[in-house]
């Protein structure tokens, strides 16, 4: 029996971006210590989702002036997460991007020169995860989608090289998703983690009848 289960991530990096995007601050705090050994991973899976995001976003890299007001708003936006970081308790970052730095990254993920500047960017990775944010709220993501943008993101850092340990949560931590989901989304995240208790239940079954 083939049972759709709820979320396709296969990394602790994975889940903590998710826990991030959901803004739970309590899977956060839980999930942040076993991502945070591997930065490498971290930030790889950081990349691939601003990939995924921008490629979903379908920006045209012939109209450079449409990407700059997307920068624009991108940096607004960040702003903003920054001055109610204090109450919401998710650490966004201390520092603020530039329009410059969010366009520069959408330009070379298009594969366009993004100017003369041979010097690395000044805050690496908080751009792309601006850009990532605002892909969620401008394409109304869904977990499930949110679930598919980042599983995908961790196929592409494994095609990238980057060694990702497999990760599977406990009970208690795909409860705890349940619920953060639940919360911000209501009904779609009821069914959608219906399917994982199914999963999670034929599994159970499956190994039972073979001790």
Known sequence: MTTGRASGL??????????????????????????FLDRRALGGVLLGMFSVAVRWLSPDQHNPAEIRLFAERVTKEWSALLDTAAATGIAHGRHGVTAD??????????????????????????????VVITAVRDLELKPGD?????????????????????????????????????RRYGCPARKRWSAERMGAFVDWMRDDSTV
């Open 10 to 35: 296969s990394t602790t990096q994975g889940y903590y971006w998710h826990a991030y995007l959901l803004g739970d601050r309590s899977l956060v705090r839980r999930l942040q210590p076993r991502a």
């Open 101 to 130: 730095e969010v366009s520069r990254a959408i330009l070379w993920e298009l594969g366009e020169a993004a100017g003369d500047d041979d010097a690395g960017p000044p805050h690496p990775g908080l751009p792309e995860l601006a």
């Open 146 to 182: 949110i679930d598919r943008l980042i599983t995908s993101a961790e196929g592409l850092a494994r095609q990238w090289g980057i060694d990702l340990v497999a990760y599977r949560p406990g009970f208690i931590t795909r409860w705890r998703f349940e619920m953060a989901e639940l």
